[in-house]
């Protein structure tokens, strides 16, 4: 099937052959539609707590940073912010005409008339001086290399938020929220920020003088580190009949596998519990207080539901049959997982290995916000192919919506997955998980492209949070909007939370 060409390329990027090979029979094969058998909701996979319970858990998680927990706070920031600016490369684009046409509509009218209120305003005008009154200049300034360039530099470096005559990127209050939750009792804070390797100086330089600001302010330790997306995590992209892309030279086309692959940055790092929190999910500082408040709750849940499971392993190894029901009991209560017909019948051995497998895993506690329309999947059960019920995150691609069963299913979703997560990646020993170990490789996407205008066929991992984490131990916790304020337009930016109220 491959030319030697082909093979060297494969090594070059650290691609097995066999990988390929089963790339270009997915493709074929497709992938199987999610079987959400009824959306997660509050008390019935979704946990909302109480007061109590919120006092409780971050007495958890401050005890537990007390004793030492090492904490990483995990930022995916790969990618420029393109889309994020779809419109105005539009209106860029267009004639002069068109652009007087366009400007008297939305967005572009609020863009124009509220263009005073973006944290960028300062920096734009001073780029597009004297021609601040004309929209085709003010725009392409913004946008173009010999300007801000911020149609091709990755959201994280953007200027978000005003504060005055000061002026945070994405990255910054990135910080400035580690600082509030996840320093360690020697005041360390360790961010890890996934990025591409061409913007890696841009975000040093957008973070340094802001990280010595803020180690003076709370006299803490910043310990910053970056990774970039594996090549050989790249996917091979085939033509509309599933052959092997090329490229004019003949060389094979591969395409970044999105975010799925960054559960490899995530298997890398050392640390006893892992926040996840996109780079464009941040708030201006009013906000603040929420957004700590409840990754401290998430981060609280998670440990207690980690110690609870630490304590029913340890029972296990001990070989004290009490334990054995203790297990089964949490294993069917907790994790609603249905164990085998006959299990009753087995010797104590073959119990306890078996409920011992399904406790030894990863823990992740997910933050779920009330659907109120924006976009993002959501939490559902879904049925596995032995027919047992797990918690999923699943997005709408991964339901087979000409069943109108699973598409009514889908449409009575109560929340979505704003991705603000709380990871315990190590196991009752202490040691570290092999995270690649629990994902499930058939609930990865297929979708549409081009190059040069010739249509291609591209191929997605499975999401990180949804079935690069599929076989974790999965917990629901409902958390307020306020903690989600995505930017995925420039006129996001105009929104409240946004905006220094």
């Not at 910054?172 to 996840?182: N, T």
């Not at 979505?416 to 020993?429: A, S």
Request: overall charge neutral; proline content about 5%.
């Amino acid at each position: 099937m491959f030319k030697q060409s082909d093979l060297e390329q494969l090594k070059s990027k650290g691609i097995a052959e066999d990988s390929v090979k089963r790339q270009l029979k997915q493709f074929v094969d497709g992938f199987p539609f999610a079987d959400i058998t009824r959306p997660a909701t509050n008390g019935d996979g979704i946990t909302v707590l109480n007061d109590k319970e919120q006092e409780q858990f971050l007495s958890i998680y401050g005890e537990s940073v007390k004793n030492g927990l090492r904490t990483v706070k995990f930022v995916p920031a790969s990618g420029a912010a393109t889309r994020m600016f779809k419109d105005l490369f539009n209106f860029v684009e267009a004639d002069p005409q068109k652009q007087n046409e366009l400007a008297g509509k939305e967005p572009f009218k609020t863009f124009f008339t509220d263009l005073k209120r973006f944290a960028f305003y300062p920096e734009l005008a001073g780029a597009v001086q004297p021609n601040i009154d004309n929209k085709g200049k003010v725009v392409g300034t913004l946008l173009g290399k010999d300007g801000l360039g911020y149609g091709n530099k990755p959201k994280g470096v953007l200027a978000f938020h005003s504060y005055g005559s000061v002026v945070r990127t994405a990255s910054m209050e990135h910080l400035l929220e580690g600082v509030r939750y996840s320093a360690d009792r020697d005041k360390n804070v360790n961010i890890h920020f996934t990025c591409s390797p061409e913007h890696l100086q841009l975000f040093r330089d957008s973070v340094k003088d802001y990280t010595v600001a803020l180690e003076k302010e709370f006299g803490v330790k910043f310990n910053i580190t970056y990774s970039f997306q594996k090549p050989s995590t790249d996917t091979i992209a085939v033509d509309l009949s599933n052959n092997p892309f090329r490229n004019d030279d003949g060389s094979l086309v591969f395409r970044p596998a999105g975010h799925g692959a960054l559960i490899e940055n995530l298997n890398d790092l050392d640390a006893d519990l892992v926040f996840i929190k996109n780079i464009d999910n941040v708030a201006s500082e009013h906000l603040l207080d929420t957004t700590v408040r409840y990754k401290k709750l998430l981060a609280g849940f998670a440990i207690k539901i980690q110690n609870e499971v630490f304590e029913l392993l340890n029972g296990l190894d001990s070989g004290n049959v009490q334990w054995l029901e203790r297990a089964k009991a949490y294993v069917v209560g907790n994790l609603h997982l249905a164990l085998p017909s006959g299990f009753d019948g087995w010797d104590n051995n073959r119990k306890s290995s078996l409920l011992h497998s399904l406790l030894n895993r990863p823990v992740r506690v997910c933050g779920m916000v009330k659907n109120e329309g924006e976009p993002g999947g959501g939490p559902f059960w879904v049925r596995d192919a032995d027919g047992n019920m797990s918690l999923q995150v699943v997005e709408s691609a991964q339901v087979d919506l000409g069943n109108p069963v699973k598409k009514d299913i889908l449409n009575q979703s109560t929340h979505f997955n704003p991705v603000d997560l709380v990871c315990c990646p190590k196991d009752y020993r202490g040691r570290k998980f092999d995270l690649l170990s629990y994902v499930d490789r058939q609930t990865g996407f297929i979708s549409e492209k081009s190059i040069g205008g010739r249509p291609l066929k591209a191929l997605e991992l499975p999401g990180l949070w949804n079935g690069a984490m599929a076989h974790w131990l999965t917990f629901f916790v409902e958390v307020p909007a306020a903690s989600f304020n995505p930017v995925k337009t420039v006129m996001d930016l105009l929104r409240p939370a946004h905006q220094n109220m």
